[in-house]
Nanobody, 123 residues
Framework: QVQLVESGGGLVQAGGSLRVSCAAS????????MAWFRQAPGKEREFVAG????????FYAEDVKGRFTISRDNAKNTVYLQMNSLKYEDTAVYYC????????????????WGQGTQVTVSS
């Protein structure tokens, strides 16, 4: 019903910046809380950032707070993750997720997922 497509991943050197985007289909985008998760090889998928339906409330994992910023443009059906001061440890596949119930820190229960976009930080 709702499709999420990530873009903007790539290779960046440590200390650099990158912005990934998630475009959603459908006219119900504003009824979903949105979140970014990431998964590195051999690790579990982990919460990175979340944003409420209106965009008034944002949430961040402790290790990205102050470096990453999540935002949304409901008119464009798009959510963004601006990543600054990137570290090698940020290397992962980044996934966009949508949840009708609101932002949660667990990957369990999200209604829709994108296919992911690879972010690689070189040292």
């Amino acid at each position: 019903q709702v499709q999420l497509v990530e873009s903007g991943g790539g290779l960046v050197q440590a200390g650099g910046s990158l912005r990934v985007s998630c475009a959603a289909s459908g006219r119900a985008f504003s009824t979903f809380a949105m979140a970014w998760f990431r998964q590195a090889p051999g690790k579990e998928r982990e919460f990175v950032a979340g944003i409420s339906r209106s965009g008034r409330n944002t949430f961040y994992a402790e290790d990205v707070k102050g470096r990453f910023t999540i935002s949304r443009d409901n008119a464009k059906n798009t959510v963004y993750l601006q990543m600054n001061s990137l570290k090698y440890e940020d290397t992962a596949v980044y996934y966009c997720a949508a949840d009708r119930k609101g932002v949660t820190y667990s990957s369990v229960g999200y209604d829709y997922w994108g296919q992911g976009t690879q972010v690689t930080v070189s040292s």
